[in-house]
């Protein structure tokens, strides 16, 4: 072979490699390329082959041309790619000439990797395994319910119950129960509280955690005339006592006992929210009078929630007929799991979001398909020539197989970025009291392992097809479009099309469940409560026991106290309750004078003081309020809700009607005469939550018993109740310095927390990600839309030479892109009546299917689809027309 020849061979092979690495066009080597196909088809056509046949030929013929075989000098036209290194090197050199691809795909996929990253951290850590204990998945608790309407009633038992459930039972491998106490203690010239619980023998081998340093309650502390001693919990440690090691095996004067701490946890024990744990033994000659021992079981391995159930139901209903007060007429018993008692509030908010994010996830991942799709149809040629050169259709999906993984990968790395802000800054939002004690948001090893399997599934997803689809094009007519620089490609446009359908579909699902959780949201903070907690000073006291038992002995320290609290500056009115709003006291049994009983009647019962309807604004309806006489005089006068009087004194007048509080006739305080009289009726106030019908309640003097229940104090003020703390606390001290405020604050901050903080978790989030969905859909139709019209360059410059005006050229590329929109939204419609009959439980006064929240998304989302198809528009109506026939 000739010196010219080879050199000449060798600057074409050049030229080629220069146009497969993307360094430069070539339209000179396009159209050689081409002429040279084109000849060499009707030469195998002139000897008598089909033109499939004849072009087949010409590929074969120009492949072995540029290889020399027969000259014995095979030129390397493609760099030969037998390694992964070498494809690893290749796409990256490729994608870094295309920086606009390759962030936009990177970003546009961390955001979705970066948020199920976050959520899934969250759902692992507080719904799957949010406690560190042995068997924690194992453990459950009794809770009665009331079989007319299956609420709740109580999940707390008296001591002979805990004791008849641990030894009866066949369902249990182990038992712990404990009861809730505010412990106080000294502190400087008062007394201080620390949140304190009674457990029962056994408790720490229960849960199986030692003590962090020290040691845990051991048998022999239960013992009478044992050394009374405590252990204390970490966080407690921590922020009272600053981590002092000089605190362990100190003495401290709890209730009026002074104990020694022997032992302090570990940072994930947080058994029963308690800051100090005290050894307590059951007896069955203890008085029952307190009901509030929570009892926790751990099932025998194979035992179902149900069968505990069963099991459990059997013991409550031999326990009934020794304690026919306690129960209801008819009842069931539910064995429900620790998570459930602790995250039930969030539980279904949780999944929501997760479902959520795997919506914005599927939405990422069809974007980047979709730009990769379009990208690889822009390099139909390359892959043309590669082929014709010799490459395989596996050696073809491999190249881009291993582009869509390092973009993949990018996107992981970026994802883990994102989820490691966006989950502390998740964490920074959720209330401390909506998630366990115990359990530790984080990002850990499996959800690192989840992030990784999830880019690489990625890659698979958004890869393969646009691999395959470019593999199978026909390579003939790829070559042969050298002029355009990208092919026709109809099959590639059909599945681009129908990736942004799915797009909007899921983008307009994601919108509606934001639309329908903030209508439901709106619709919750309208709902009007029957009082106003604004302004409201509140706290609960800490009394002593020993010295505190009897009502006359509450009320001696509550008369002058509340005289001390009203002449502060700032309080309006002051008032004493037994239950912290927005919920009710604890359930009674109800009797109605004069009427036989055919069903059971039962009835919030509170226990306040003559101020009480004044400080939280509740409006009276019929009769009158309690007067001081009434309170300090203790008569037997009653007040009850609209509700009360609706259900159990149907069209006769309440005031006058005397009724029956099973409850007070109880120890350790009881009343021999439990009757009272009506003397007014106040309106429905929110006792059970916002989505809970409001229940019957009775409001009696709290002057009549020492009934079980929290010691609330509460203030109106003039001011922000947070500022008058202090002075609260003097004036408490200066009537009983042995008394403590315990979790004092505003009401209006505490209505909030139970009320509203799940939901409004819920639309921060689902707004968040609707919005960040309508982004990569709006960049989705966007890509597709930019790479059609690129691919109609030459077509839209004969229109527009033929005489089209720009207005024709606007409409046709826009009507293109909105075709595909109001597809997307047909599907998404029907997908988001389905996610809203799913989110009905998290809805309130609005309906699965709201018409006002349909509509807005669906402009909302049209909006920014159309201006998504207005850029790519706006540019092809503006191509100069001979620019564009050049173009071919």
């Known amino acids: 072979m000739s010196s010219r020849r080879e050199s000449r061979l060798r600057a074409f092979a050049a030229r080629l490699r220069g146009l497969l690495r993307g360094d430069a066009r070539d339209d000179e080597l396009d159209a050689e390329i081409g002429e040279h196909l084109r000849l060499l088809a009707e030469r195998f056509m002139a000897q008598g082959l089909s033109r499939e046949q004849a072009e087949a030929a010409a590929r074969r013929q120009f492949g072995s041309t540029i290889r020399l075989r027969e000259h014995r000098f095979e030129l390397q036209t493609l760099p030969r790619i037998d390694a992964l290194w070498q494809d690893l090197r290749y796409a990256l050199r490729t994608l870094l000439k295309n920086r606009g691809f390759t962030a936009v795909s990177i970003a546009t996929l961390g955001l979705g990797i970066g948020a199920t990253t976050a959520i899934f951290s969250v759902i692992d850590n507080v719904l799957l395994a949010p406690f560190p204990y042995q068997g924690a998945e194992r453990m459950v608790f009794p809770r009665i319910h009331n079989a007319q309407d299956q609420r709740p009633l109580r999940q707390g038992y008296a001591p002979s119950e805990v004791l008849e459930f641990a030894e009866s039972n066949r369902v249990f491998d182990g038992i712990t129960a404990a009861y809730g106490d505010l412990v106080l203690y000294k502190h400087g010239a008062g007394t201080d509280y620390l949140g304190g619980a009674r457990v029962t023998p056994g408790t720490f081998e229960f849960f199986g955690m030692p003590a962090l340093h020290g040691r845990v309650l051991q048998p022999g502390d239960y013992e009478p005339g044992a050394p009374p001693v405590f ?14 090691p000089k605190v362990l095996n100190g003495t401290f004067v709890l209730n009026g006992t002074p104990r020694t701490l022997v032992g302090i946890m570990p940072p994930r024990f947080g ?46 209903k031999r326990l ?13 018993v539910q064995a429900r799991t620790l998570g459930s008692s602790v995250v039930g509030r969030i539980e279904a908010t949780l999944y929501t979001v997760l479902a959520a994010v795997g919506l914005l996830l599927l939405i990422a991942c069809s974007n980047v398909a979709n730009l990769t799709l379009a990208r690889a149809t ?17 050696r073809l999906v491999r190249l881009l197989m291993v582009e869509s993984l390092v973009i993949a990968m990018g996107g992981a790395f970026f994802g883990i970025l994102l989820a490691w802000g966006g989950l502390k800054a998740l964490v920074a939002a959720l209330p401390a009291n909506l998630i366990p004690a115990e359990s530790v948001i984080e990002l850990d090893a499996p959800v690192l392992a989840l992030t990784l399997g999830v880019a690489v599934v990625t890659a698979l997803i958004f890869g393969m097809l646009p691999a395959l689809q470019s593999s199978r094009r026909d390579l003939d007519e790829s070559l042969r479009d050298s002029g355009k620089g990208v092919g026709g490609g109809s099959r590639g446009g059909r599945l681009r099309d129908a990736v942004v359908v799915m797009e909007v579909a899921l983008s307009l699902t994601l919108l509606v469940g934001a639309g329908l959780l903030m209508r439901g949201f709106v ?24 010295r505190y038992r009897t009502a006359q002995q509450v009320t001696e320290f509550y008369r002058p106290l509340l005289a001390r609290l009203e002449a502060l500056p700032g309080v309006v009115d002051a008032a004493a309750s037994r239950a912290i709003p927005p919920y009710g006291g604890p359930e009674s049994k109800i009797e109605i004078a004069g009427e036989t009983q055919q069903d059971e009647r039962q009835a919030l019962l509170q226990q306040v003081s003559e101020g009480y309807f004044r400080v939280l604004r509740i409006e009276l309806a019929r009769g009158r309020a309690f007067s001081e006489a009434d309170v300090v005089g203790a008569r037997s006068v009653a007040v ?22 099973a409850a007070l006739e109880r120890p350790p305080d009881p009343v021999h005469d439990a009757w009272f009289e009506i003397v007014g009726v106040v309106r429905d106030v929110t006792n059970r939550g916002l989505q809970v019908e409001i229940q019957p309640e009775v409001w009696i003097p709290y002057t009549i018993a020492r009934s079980a229940g929290a010691e609330v104090l509460m203030l109106r003020t003039s001011q922000d109740p947070r500022t008058i703390t202090d002075a609260v606390r003097r004036a408490v001290w200066a009537t009983d310095s042995g008394v403590a405020l315990a979790r004092p604050g505003a009401l209006e901050d505490r209505v909030d927390e139970l009320l509203y903080v799940g939901p409004r978790l819920g639309l921060l989030l689902m707004t968040l990600f609707g919005c960040i969905g309508l982004v990569l859909v709006a960049v989705g139709v966007y890509s597709v839309l930019a790479y059609a019209t690129a691919q109609k360059t030459h077509e839209i410059g004969i229109r527009m030479a033929l005489g089209a005006e720009r207005t024709d050229v606007l409409g046709m590329v826009t009507k293109a892109g909105l075709r595909l929109v109001a597809a ?19 809805l309130s006064g609005v309906t699965a299917h709201d018409p006002p929240t349909l509509a807005a998304t669906t402009v909302l989302l049209t909006l920014t689809a159309a201006v998504a198809c207005w850029i790519p528009a706006r540019r092809a109506a503006s191509v100069d027309p001979m620019v564009a026939l050049r173009h071919e």
Do not use: C
């Open 271 to 316: 058994w029963y929210e308690a800051d100090v744990l005290i050894p307590a033994t059951l007896t069955r000659d203890a008085a029952d009078s307190q009901p509030y021992w929570f009892v926790l079981g751990r099932l025998k391995p194979g035992v179902s929630v149900e069968q505990a159930a069963a099991d459990l139901t059997v013991i409550a």
């Open 824 to 842: 997307g939204i047909a599907i998404g419609m029907v997908a988001s009546l389905a996610l809203g009959r799913l989110l009905g439980s998290q």
């Open 378 to 394: 822009a390099r139909e040629k390359e892959f043309g020539l590669r082929a014709a050169l010799g490459a395989g259709r596996a």
């Open 231 to 244: 252990v204390m919990r970490h966080k407690t440690w921590q922020e009272r006592f600053g981590g002092d």
């Open 523 to 546: 619709a919750l903070r309208e709902v009007h409560l029957g009082l106003r907690a604004d302004h409201v000073f509140f706290t609960v006291l800490a009394l002593p026991e020993e």
């Open 320 to 332: 009934a007929k020794v304690h026919p007060e306690s129960y209801p007429q008819h009842f069931t």
């Open 640 to 661: 009850v809700n609209e509700a009360f009087a609706r259900k159990y004194l149907p069209g006769g007048d309440p005031l006058g009607q005397r009724l029956r509080v």
